[in-house]
């Protein structure tokens, strides 16, 4: 049964798809099957991974908006494949005309998680990249999703948005997915010469570490995960070696093993 991961925070900037993209090449190198969402207009999920969004033909956008018009979107049809491993839902500017139209749409909340049940059963793990807001195109994400990822920037301003976005998966568990969790909070673009980045992860573990769990793995901040994303490759295949690079590895080692207790659990409660 596949885990649906929505990689979450409305403020931009704090890595939120790179965590996206590595840890998804992460999970594929470790041989699990793997579907990466990009859920944001701006494409840079799409980017990152070396597809041209201006090219793409058949996007998020095109099927969202197939599925509000009460046509049956080809969803596999529109799955890019990945050399390293993994495949890709791409995005382009045409998801931007989503947000309004959604507002309108019948059962909108359940847009794209209708359309991912047309595939979830083919992948082990699938991520959606979210755009940063808390609009209609989020609130699909959470309420498609399994659970929540948040990656939280080693920053003052970043890390006060986090009551904001706890709010918005409150209301989500309220009206739409009863059952979304949050796998937890990620600390990146940390430099870990600083008091201030120091003192910003004191704050969130103080904060939200009694309700929330802090991932024990800290993406720090590097100029090769920037150069990374420029090339269409991961960091596990631009640079190997790199602190970012084996941050996601241990992230992603996190993440299998967050998710193989849990389906321990639910296969105990089951036979129980």
């Given at each position: 049964?596949?885990k649906?991961?929505?990689?979450?925070?409305?403020?931009?900037?704090?890595?939120?798809?790179t965590t996206a993209?590595?840890?998804g090449?992460?999970?594929?190198r470790e041989?699990r099957?793997?579907?990466?969402?990009?859920?944001?207009?701006?494409?840079?999920?799409?980017?990152?991974?070396?597809i041209?969004?201006?090219?793409?033909e058949?996007?998020?956008?095109?099927?969202?908006?197939?599925a509000?018009?009460?046509?049956?979107?080809?969803?596999k049809g529109s799955?890019v494949s990945?050399?390293?491993?993994?495949?890709?839902?791409?995005?382009?500017?045409?998801?931007?005309?989503?947000?309004?139209?959604?507002v309108?749409?019948?059962?909108?909340?359940k847009?794209?998680?209708?359309l991912?049940?047309e595939?979830k059963r083919?992948?082990?793990?699938?991520l959606?990249?979210?755009?940063?807001?808390?609009g209609?195109l989020t609130?699909?994400?959470l309420t498609?999703?399994?659970?929540?990822i948040?990656?939280?920037?080693?920053?003052?301003l970043?890390?006060?948005?986090m009551?904001?976005?706890?709010?918005s998966?409150?209301?989500?568990?309220s009206h739409?997915?009863e059952?979304?969790k949050i796998?937890?909070?990620v600390?990146?673009?940390v430099?870990?010469?600083?008091?201030?980045a120091r003192d910003v992860i004191?704050?969130?573990r103080?904060n939200?570490?009694?309700?929330i769990r802090i991932?024990d793995?800290?993406?720090p901040?590097?100029?090769?995960?920037a150069?990374?994303?420029k090339?269409g490759?991961?960091?596990?295949?631009?640079?190997?070696q790199?602190?970012?690079?084996?941050g996601y590895e241990a992230?992603?080692?996190?993440?299998i093993?967050d998710a193989?207790r849990?389906r321990?659990?639910?296969?105990?409660?089951?036979?129980?």
């Amino acid at each position: 049964m596949s885990k649906v991961i929505a990689v979450c925070n409305q403020k931009g900037g704090v890595g939120k798809t790179t965590t996206a993209l590595n840890l998804g090449a992460g999970l594929a190198r470790e041989g699990r099957k793997v579907l990466l969402v990009d859920s944001d207009p701006q494409s840079d999920l799409t980017c990152s991974a070396g597809i041209d969004s201006e090219a793409v033909e058949k996007s998020l956008g095109s099927l969202m908006y197939m599925a509000t018009e009460n046509y049956k979107p080809d969803v596999k049809g529109s799955i890019v494949s990945h050399s390293e491993g993994f495949d890709l839902i791409p995005s382009n500017m045409d998801l931007s005309s989503m947000e309004t139209r959604l507002v309108n749409a019948m059962s909108r909340e359940k847009v794209l998680d209708n359309l991912l049940k047309e595939v979830k059963r083919d992948y082990d793990y699938i991520l959606i990249d979210c755009m940063p807001s808390l609009g209609m195109l989020t609130i699909n994400a959470l309420t498609a999703a399994d659970s929540v990822i948040i990656p939280v920037q080693a920053q003052y301003l970043p890390a006060k948005g986090m009551t904001q976005l706890l709010r918005s998966i409150d209301m989500v568990r309220s009206h739409t997915n009863e059952d979304l969790k949050i796998d937890g909070i990620v600390m990146t673009l940390v430099d870990g010469r600083t008091n201030l980045a120091r003192d910003v992860i004191s704050a969130i573990r103080s904060n939200y570490g009694m309700n929330i769990r802090i991932f024990d793995t800290q993406i720090p901040v590097a100029v090769r995960a920037a150069e990374a994303s420029k090339t269409g490759m991961s960091l596990f295949k631009y640079d190997s070696q790199s602190r970012a690079t084996k941050g996601y590895e241990a992230l992603t080692k996190e993440v299998i093993a967050d998710a193989e207790r849990s389906r321990k659990r639910d296969k105990a409660a089951i036979t129980r």
